[in-house]
């Protein structure tokens, strides 16, 4: 089982939907959670990131993470067709040589 | 401006060659970070450095060697380039090591190995 898993889509929902993007992962020690945005032919770019459990909410944005089922997911309301990328959740363990686990991304298509 | 920059932008050579990716960051952080995107988008690290320390050094073939010459730089020297090393290769940048700091992605270099 990989460490986190993503569904790669693409999904494709019409303008102005809500939209669910989620994520799994295996390793319990795991305690900080990003989402990154990526749009084409760009590097990625840091979206949302919540720490342990819990909800978090920026505008149109919402990152929720349920620890114990080893879950995260992040809702997007009032979905525009700028909002079309590949998103990116990704985690880390907390300690001085950490690195980020990504996963794979979904590709994300608003229709006008 | 640019914070974090990279050259070239495109890289197009043959098997065997040996080829180097240059960045640069502005915004005076200590640690950077050399990423690998295959053609299936899976981003994976590859190194980070930090204040021109090596910190992280995943399973990489040797013919990938790191070069921090000071912290506002990372080069990444490719030697006897492999078909399955055509990627996209991201430099980023954070503030320090700790996962917890927002990491900043130049453009990228797409590498064609042909």
């Known amino acids: 089982q990989k460490e986190v898993e993503q569904d790669p889509g693409p999904l494709s929902v019409p303008e102005g939907a809500i939209v669910s993007l989620n994520c799994t992962y295996s390793n319990s020690a795991f305690q900080y959670f990003m989402w990154y945005r990526q749009y084409s032919r760009k590097g990625p770019e840091l979206l949302m990131y919540t720490y342990s459990s819990g909800n978090k909410e920026d505008g149109r944005f919402t990152a929720q993470v349920d620890k114990s089922s080893k879950y995260i997911s992040l809702f997007i309301r009032d979905s525009q067709p700028s909002d079309s990328a590949t998103y990116l959740c990704?985690?880390?363990?907390?300690?001085?040589?950490?690195?980020?686990?990504f996963g794979k991304g979904t590709r994300l298509h608003i229709l006008p | 401006d640019t914070a974090v920059s990279q050259t070239p932008k495109y890289l197009v050579t043959q098997m065997g060659n040996d080829k180097s990716i240059k960045c640069e960051q502005n915004?005076?952080?200590?640690?950077m970070y050399w990423y690998k995107q295959d053609s299936k988008k899976f981003l994976k690290i590859m190194f980070s450095?930090?204040?021109?320390?090596?910190?992280i050094n995943e399973t990489v073939p040797n013919r990938f060697s790191p070069k921090s010459p000071d912290k506002a730089h990372l080069n990444l020297h490719i030697n006897s380039l492999e078909l399955g090393d055509s990627a996209v290769y991201f430099c980023a940048s954070s503030q320090d090591t700790v996962g917890t700091q927002k990491q900043y992605f130049g453009p990228g270099t797409r590498l064609t190995v042909t």
């Open positions: 990704a985690m880390s363990v907390l300690g001085r040589d950490d690195k980020i686990i």
């Open positions: 915004l005076g952080h200590d640690t």
């Open positions: 450095y930090n204040n021109k320390e090596l910190i």
